[in-house]
C-alpha cells in the first residue's frame, strides 16, 4: 500500500455578489484544479464563468481556512445561507449521475460530500465524507464506498480497478446516496 497522498490541488478566485442576476450562480474569476492542468496548457486560462459552487467553497474557507497573512477568513466573510449551501451543493447532481459509469470513484465520493454537508452543514474531503457515509449506509452498498474511497486514498486514476461485482453495485449505491441527499433537500 502506497502513503496516503493529499488530494488534488485547486484554487478559485472569484469577486462581486455571491450570486448573479436573478439568482444565478456568481461569476468566477478564475478557477484552476488538477483535472484541468492540461486543458490550462494547451488553451491558457479561461475566461471568467459561472461559479455554482461558490457558496461551497466559502463555507468550506470559513471553517478550515488558514491565511498566508491577515486575518483568519471566518472573521472577513458572513457565514452562508444554508439555503445557499443546499443549493450549491445539490447542483451538480444531475452531470454528476452523467458521469457516473466513466468516473464512479469521483462521483460516488462527490455524493457523499453532498450528503454529509446537508447532513451536518460542514465540508469534509472526499475520504472523510466517505467514512461518514460508510457508518450510515445499508450494509449492501458499503463494500462500494469503501472501494471508492480507498481508490482515493491509494491509487492514481490510471491505476484505478473495479471488480466485476463492485461495478454492478455502483448505480445502486449511487442511488441509496441520492435517496438520502433528496430526503434532507426536502427539509431544508
Not at 45 to 57: N, R
Not at 108 to 128: C, H, N
Amino acid at each position: 500500500m502506497r502513503p496516503r497522498r493529499r488530494g488534488p490541488s485547486s484554487s478559485s478566485s472569484w469577486s462581486g455578489p455571491r450570486s448573479g442576476p436573478g439568482g444565478s450562480p456568481p461569476v468566477g474569476d478564475f478557477l484552476f484544479g488538477e483535472w484541468l492542468r492540461e486543458e490550462l496548457r494547451r488553451d491558457g486560462p479561461p475566461p471568467p464563468g459561472p461559479m455554482p459552487d461558490l457558496a461551497i467553497a466559502l463555507t468550506a474557507v470559513r471553517a478550515g481556512g488558514r491565511p498566508l497573512t491577515g486575518p483568519p477568513p471566518a472573521e472577513l466573510l458572513d457565514p452562508v445561507p444554508e439555503a445557499d449551501l443546499v443549493l450549491a451543493s445539490v447542483a451538480g447532481i444531475p452531470a454528476l449521475l452523467d458521469d457516473l459509469a466513466g468516473d464512479a470513484r469521483n462521483v460516488l465520493l462527490t455524493l457523499v460530500r453532498v450528503w454529509v454537508t446537508l447532513a451536518t452543514g460542514e465540508i469534509r474531503s472526499k475520504d472523510a465524507a466517505a467514512d461518514w457515509a460508510i457508518a450510515r449506509l445499508p450494509a449492501e452498498h458499503r463494500p462500494v464506498l469503501e472501494h471508492a474511497r480507498d481508490l482515493y486514498r491509494e491509487r492514481h486514476y490510471a491505476d484505478e480497478v473495479w471488480s466485476h461485482d463492485l461495478e454492478v453495485r455502483v448505480r445502486p449505491c449511487a442511488a441509496e446516496v441520492c435517496d438520502r441527499v433528496d430526503d434532507l433537500r426536502r427539509r431544508v
